[in-house]
């Protein structure tokens, strides 16, 4: 079946922990996304990747980092730099054309104790 | 950036009924979508819909981007309907490659 998986599906971390959070699509899609989602709000933008080895910073990038080392994975580490990383992460991809639409894995729920 | 209000916050309905659900935008937009997120977190793509209308089953969307809104339209609603819907659009031109910006959504209950 062609989707996005994310994992873990929860995520407990220490406060000063670095994590990683893992996206993997086999749509063959170009571009990948990393969103965050608090409490009540809508998704905002962390970074996105339209190509393999290219990524760029979203509205919220500070305290994150990503790489784009393959086409179908778009790793996410939430470093011990983000103040309050505690939230809901959705990844997603489309094709590389811009405006093309958006397909979204199950998410992680991230938990800083 | 571009600012996404989505109307009502919040919708109580008995099953069997019918509501619209609004997303205004304030700039052009090239991609519009609605999701509909599960009590799990899951958003499930409802319509890509830059204009135009399309319907799907018992949902049905309606884009008027020359004066930048989009309706969504619920028939004969079910519990199963319930949840989040979003409104997301990407900005026409400039920097905005693929950025979808979000509304604050709104909260559909359908009561048995």
């Known amino acids: 079946d062609g989707g996005i998986t994310q994992s873990p599906k929860y995520l407990f971390r220490k406060e000063g922990q670095n994590v990683t959070l893992s996206c993997e699509q086999n749509l063959n899609h170009d571009a990948m996304y990393w969103y965050r989602q608090d409490p009540g709000q809508g998704l905002r933008l962390i970074y996105y990747s339209q190509i393999v080895n290219d990524f760029q910073k979203g509205d919220i990038a500070e305290g994150y980092s990503v790489s784009r080392e393959k086409k179908e994975s778009f790793p996410l580490t939430v470093t011990s730099a983000q103040k309050n990383p505690t939230a809901f992460y959705l990844c997603?991809?489309?094709?590389?054309?811009?405006?093309?639409?958006?397909?979204f894995g199950p998410g992680t729920r991230l938990t800083v104790l | 950036g571009i600012q996404v209000e989505q109307s009502p916050p919040d919708l109580i309905l008995q099953e069997g009924a019918n509501s619209t659900l609004r997303c205004n935008f304030s700039?052009?937009?090239?991609?519009l979508q609605w999701f509909h997120q599960n009590p799990w977190g899951q958003l499930i793509n409802l319509f890509y819909i830059p204009s135009g209308t399309k319907q799907n089953g018992r949902l049905s969307a309606t884009t008027v981007a020359t004066e930048r809104y989009s309706l969504l339209y619920i028939s004969s609603s079910q519990t199963t309907d319930s949840g989040v819907y979003f409104c997301a659009v990407v900005r026409a031109g400039g920097t905005s490659y693929g950025k979808l910006t979000f509304g604050q959504g709104t909260i559909l209950t359908v009561h048995p």
């Open positions: 997603a991809s489309s094709s590389r054309t811009p405006y093309n639409e958006q397909f």
């Open positions: 700039d052009s937009v090239n991609n």
